[in-house]
């Protein structure tokens, strides 16, 4: 498969094994302040033990307090909710190629998934009602997917930006994850006759089920990042 030469400063974009459920907990926090104390970012910490013991870990003497911590929303976020092994690394998804071809499509930004967004089309073979939910939902997740930590910063200093470069896109729970490989998975789905690589979409559907069947086997949900 040949595509248009990207540019060299194009970002790189990795999908990381992320805890969703505590990410939404956590925004949910972090949006609403000390206006709520069942939501308050106290209560996120008095009810999540394992990460209040990794912000203690990482030289917060007092993680209860938010303003004590100097980090911006993003960069807490990503500490907080990344994924680790018992070595305390990044848990990696996927096989190291796999992760390479994912992380710069050879197209435009070099997006996997906004090369895939744009040229995905509904199987008009399948005309059931059940056929159209299951493709909407495919649309729906992956745009949490590329777009989620965009979305949620109105009104607040943002959950996208953060220190020494970090981009958060957007992420999926393990349950939508299982959902969105389930959904591809399916027949509802199909690549437009528009598009410009041939077999782009079928390429990028491939390295995307790879990586989410890891993360569905490792029960994680998964975080869309880029970088430099």
Known sequence: MEGLPIASTSPFFTLD?????????????????????WVSWRNVLLNDEPLNQR?????????????SIQWDDATLLFTSCLELTKEGRPLPLGETLTRERFGRFPWGDGSLLGYFL????PNRSMTTNDAQDIYDSIIDLLTSLTN????????????????GGLHLRG??????VTLLRR????????ASFEEPLDGGVADAAKHLLTLLK????????????SHA
């Open 55 to 67: 912000l203690v870990e990482q030289g917060m003497k007092n993680p209860e307090n938010r303003a």
């Open 183 to 190: 959904n591809l998975s399916s027949r509802t789905w199909t």
């Open 171 to 176: 992420y999926l729970t393990a349950e939508e």
């Open 214 to 225: 890891s993360a569905e086997r490792r029960d994680v949900g998964v975080l869309l990042r």
């Open 17 to 37: 094994a992320f805890d969703g459920e505590r990410a939404n907990a956590i925004i949910q926090a972090l949006e609403l302040g000390e206006t709520d104390e």
């Open 148 to 163: 989620r930590c965009m979305d949620i910063q109105r009104g607040h200093q943002g959950f996208e930006e953060g220190f």
């Open 118 to 121: 744009d040229y995905i089309r």
